[in-house]
């Protein structure tokens, strides 16, 4: 099993920039990719970024492309998104998951950390 703890969310004004981080504790061998979604209420949740855990590859959903961009270090099992130029409509609980090799599904899941934009 694989653990993951988000951290970083908070108050920020339009505009301005905040750095989310996840932590993976647990069988972090068997993570292949993690990715970082987002949650409104109502809504479903949306992909936002995916990094693989070996090379580095990455792929943004067009609505974040050039605004947020994701990173991981292997040595702290930590992946981040750096969000900058925030918009109220950023506004969302965030939330890193994370995947074995075999499966398109992110199965592991963090608890969430909450983002607010402010206008």
């Known amino acids: 099993q694989v653990q993951l703890v988000e951290s970083g969310g908070g108050l920020v004004q339009a505009g301005g920039s905040l750095r989310l981080s996840c932590v993976a504790s647990?069988?972090?061998?068997?993570?292949?990719?993690m990715a970082w979604f987002r949650q409104v209420p109502g809504k479903e949740r949306q992909f936002l970024a995916r990094?693989?855990?070996?090379?580095?590859?990455?792929y943004y959903a067009d609505s974040v492309k050039g605004r947020f961009t994701m990173s991981r270090d292997n040595a702290k099992n930590t992946v981040y998104l750096q969000m900058n130029s925030l918009i109220p409509e950023d506004t969302a609980v965030y939330f890193c998951a994370g995947r074995g090799a075999g499966t398109p599904k992110y199965e592991y899941w963090g608890q969430g950390t909450q983002v607010t934009v402010s206008s």
């Open positions: 990094i693989n855990w070996s090379d580095e590859y990455t």
């Open positions: 647990g069988s972090t061998f068997s993570i292949y990719a």
